[in-house]
Structure formats: C-alpha cells, structure tokens
C-alpha cells in the first residue's frame, strides 16, 4: 500500500524555520512525484510545492517560491520541505501527497495519494 507522512510541524515565531518531513512506505520516489499543500483554518486548500521522481526538479508557488526549498532524499524514500521566514499568514495543516503524474511546467499534480497532515502554527 502507498502511505505518507508527514512531520515536523509545530508551533514558531514569525520569522523562524520549520523542516517538514514526508515519509513514504509502498512506494520509491522513483516513481511518484510528490506534492506539498496546506490548508488553513476556513480557506480552502492551497497547493504549494512539488518534486517531479526524476531528477528531483522541485515547483513552488509564488506564494512561497522566495521562502521554502523542496527537496527529496530518495535514499531515505523522503521529500522536505524546509520553510524558511514564516509568516502568520503560513499556519495551515501541511499535507504530503504523491502522484503518478509528474510536474508540467509550473503546475504541480493533484495528488493521487495522500497522508495525514502536520500542523503548523506561526505567532505573530
């Protein structure tokens, strides 16, 4: 069975880093390219990065792009994603999902498979 998930959250003050870990069974990295999302309380769900399996080229939102880093260890069979210079507006659940289907450009998959997400509050 393909299974996810992700880790690290927590609480930070504005301005600090957080590492997110997303670690999967079932499957290698090989094959599956591998998305963040998060959503915050009351707005709807907001992808924000990805990672295609081969070689690894990671996607970020404009959101984001300037603040967190993706990146895979496939040794480890995980995907981080290091955030960097959190702000408020950040707190969400972070989820972790694969895909079959691989980035087109800037526009990450959907996600076919996902695991329980990881929380992440940002106090101001």
């Known amino acids: 069975d393909v299974q996810l998930q992700a880790s690290g959250g927590g609480l930070v003050q504005a301005g600090g880093s957080l590492r997110l870990s997303c670690a999967a069974s079932?499957?290698?990295?090989?094959?599956?390219?591998i998305g963040w999302f998060r959503q915050a309380p009351g707005k709807e769900r907001e992808g924000i990065s990805c990672?295609?399996?081969?070689?690894?080229?990671?996607v970020s939102a404009d959101s984001v792009r300037d603040r967190f880093i993706t990146s895979s260890d496939k040794a480890k069979n995980i995907v981080y994603l290091q955030m960097n210079s959190l702000q408020p507006d950040d707190t969400a659940v972070y989820y972790c999902?694969?895909?079959?289907?691989?980035?087109?450009?800037?526009?990450?998959?959907?996600?076919?498979?996902w695991g329980q997400g990881t929380e992440v509050t940002v106090s101001s």
């Open positions: 079932g499957f290698t990295f090989d094959s599956y390219a």
């Open positions: 990672i295609s399996s081969s070689p690894g080229s990671a």
């Open positions: 999902a694969a895909d079959t289907r691989e980035p087109i450009g800037s526009s990450c998959p959907k996600g076919d498979y």
